[in-house]
């Protein structure tokens, strides 16, 4: 059943590459001649390709680099950032590279609903020319829908994504199938093609024009960071079951499929996918086609939130919305601010480019880059956490980047054409991070200017006779050491203090869970003082519910009733000297000022709430 799962989640956009890819190696000013040796070259590349990126290199290595589970490459930079802290030049090049990589997979995100869902509809201008003028509409109809749903999330609907799935790759394994038995004489020479040699020939025939058309060839491994980013649902066994046992028979047979279709009829068709259907079945081909590329985009959409909450716990964006879904199911959730922005993006580009052939050449790089990315950080993972030997772990990961980097090289050229804009995205994203991750230590570096030892602050209080009042206040603040500055600020203003004073950190963690037992640690500091460090892995949302209960556990019992919460909101004012250049201060500034507040992110009761305000210069 979970490799059922697997096959409906994981494997969406590489099931539905088959509508587009072998077509693109053939199309634009670029393409290749259709003769019978450079289709037995391209169609070499592609079966290498899913044996090599795929089968080797996620499901046999990459897929070991497990943080408690949990994969993706965010998950693979938190594995390997704890040992790099003595490093910190290399560690700095580490996270950078890193969060580009993250940063890449947004932009993948953008393009992959956009051109899977008009690849599929437009199978409707094959069935008749009339409905041509229809495809844009019906494609930015369908992605309206599709994101506006979002909100009720995935629990429902994903029962039906395994079995529709398993529906679609054996449909297109079939017809694959049935076009070799039709053309089992003169054409079942397409079979060769798992012969490397007929790669290599291609590259020695066609030379740096054989290398171009790997940036067509990589459409068919698209999705492959979807094998590791969503490890943590399905185990790595079952997703290994799913691709070895139907996605990969069925896709093999659907491209050997296409390729003898092409040999037969001698040229290129306009869409040799649905060539291969019979009239009869076209339609219900052009429906399949389309809910499989809805499926396959509801992966990315998920995924895209999912790495969003792994960046805001990892303190490299500010806190934004997330609704949980799922009841049962931590893992599904819903960031509104992230789905209008997809979906205003996704629109776009259907309206920019209107065909899938155009929006090939923007698809491409943001997926080589990012498994370039998982490449080099894989070697450090391999060489850190696990002590291979330098060789064992450089030749493995040398011949992922022949692969990796003979495809991103490939896809650089695409820039003119569409490939600027996934690079764009990255780019605003990587900048966004990058600037609010570095914008907060400044913050946390002015404040600790402010911030008072604990036994100072005591003394003073007791010597200033503070006035102590009945209840329970609770001071929210990442300070961990210190008396923070929000309770020096009301202490100084009232010189009042509660019966019973909690200070309060919520802290981010390289781990995705953290149980119940070991999720806060309590001390008693003196004169009815007491400091609550709770700790959140990077697939967790902080509740101020699950923070009290944790603390009840360690036997500070704190009735949020009948507590005052108190926290600052401090204004960045972007006037300092050093750290940042001044238009990034007056960004993280506007980030900062449009940032959920802590009764938001954390569900605090707004009734209990005493927000005090402070500027920092930074």
């Known amino acids: 059943m979970l490799a059922l799962g697997a096959l409906g989640i994981v494997y969406g956009d590489i099931g539905t590459s088959p509508i587009y890819a072998f077509r693109q190696c053939f199309a634009g000013p670029e393409g290749i001649a259709e ?4 289709v037995l070259g391209v169609l070499s590349l592609i079966l290498w390709a899913l044996i090599g990126v795929v089968s080797v290199k996620y499901l046999l290595f990459v897929m070991r680099a497990d943080n408690q589970g949990e ?5 693979l ?10 490093a910190r030049a290399r ?7 890193g969060l580009f990589g993250a940063a890449l997979l947004y932009g993948d995100g953008a393009i992959t609903p956009a051109i899977s869902v008009l690849s599929a509809v437009e199978g409707l201008g094959i069935a008749t020319e009339r409905l041509d003028p229809l495809v844009v509409p019906i494609t930015v109809g369908i992605l309206l829908v599709l994101f506006r749903v979002q909100r009720y999330g995935t629990a429902r609907v994903s029962t039906i994504f395994g079995p529709a799935m398993l529906v679609w790759f054996l449909t297109i394994g079939g017809l694959g199938a049935l076009q070799l038995i039709r053309d089992s004489g003169e054409h079942i020479s397409v079979l060769r093609a798992i012969d490397p040699t007929h790669a290599i020939g291609f590259f020695v025939r066609h030379g740096s024009d054989a290398f171009l058309a790997l940036g067509a060839v990589v459409l068919v491994v698209t999705g492959s960071e979807a094998l590791y980013a969503d490890m943590g649902h399905f185990g790595a066994r079952p997703i290994r079951v799913a691709w070895y046992a139907i996605a990969l028979p069925c896709l093999v047979l659907n491209y050997l499929g296409q390729a003898s279709l092409v040999l037969d009829r001698g040229r290129m068709t306009e869409h040799p996918f649905y060539d291969l259907a019979p009239d009869f079945f076209l339609y219900p081909l052009i429906a399949m086609a389309t809910a499989a590329t809805i499926i396959a985009s509801q992966a990315l959409i998920s995924g895209a939130f999912s790495l969003t ?4 716990q990892l303190e490299f964006l500010p806190r934004l919305r997330i609704v949980h879904t799922s009841g049962t199911e931590r893992g599904q959730i819903y960031m509104p601010d992230v789905n209008i922005a997809l979906t205003i993006l996704c629109i776009g580009l259907v309206l920019g480019f209107r065909s899938s052939e155009a929006l090939a050449g923007a698809y491409g790089i943001a997926v080589t880059g990012t498994m370039s990315v998982t490449s080099i950080l894989f070697f450090v993972a391999a060489r850190r956490r696990w002590q291979w030997p330098w060789l064992g772990a450089a030749i493995p990961v040398a011949l992922f980047l022949v692969f990796d980097l003979s495809f991103l090289t490939a896809n650089l050229v695409k820039i003119r054409s569409g490939g600027w804009v996934p690079l764009a995205i990255a780019c605003v994203v990587f900048l966004l991070m990058t600037t609010w991750k570095r914008g907060r230590q400044l913050v946390l570096d002015r404040q ?12 003073d209080a007791e010597a200033h006779t503070a006035v102590r009042v009945p209840g329970t206040a609770v001071y929210l603040s990442s300070e961990t050491h210190q008396i923070p500055p929000v309770l020096l600020h009301n202490f100084l203003a009232n010189r009042v203090l509660h019966e019973r004073v ?23 500091m003196g004169q009815g003082m007491y400091r609550a460090v709770a700790l959140f892995g990077f697939l967790e949302t902080p509740r ?3 923070i009290l209960h944790a603390c009840a556990i360690q036997g500070l019992v704190i009735d949020i009733e009948a507590s005052l919460f108190f926290f600052s909101r401090f204004t960045p004012l972007p006037t300092g000297h050093g750290g940042m250049a001044r238009w990034r201060k007056n960004l993280f500034a506007f980030l900062s000022r449009n940032a959920p507040s802590l009764t938001t992110s954390f569900r605090i009761p707004p009734a209990r709430v005493v927000e005090i305000g402070a500027q920092v210069e930074i």
């Open 309 to 312: 909450q792994q960046a805001v």
């Open 91 to 97: 560690t700095g090049l580490l996270a950078g590279l």
């Open 544 to 546: 101020i519910e699950t």
């Open 448 to 459: 600790s200017e402010w911030a008072q030892p604990v036994h100072e602050f005591l003394a």
């Open 35 to 38: 003769t019978p040796a450079d």
């Open 77 to 86: 930079l938190a594995l390997i950032l704890p040992r790099s802290e003595a």
């Open 71 to 75: 994969g993706g490459i965010l998950a």
């Open 502 to 524: 909690v200070l309060v950190s919520a802290l981010g963690v390289e781990r995705p869970w953290v149980s119940a037992r070991e999720r806060a640690s309590v001390v008693e």
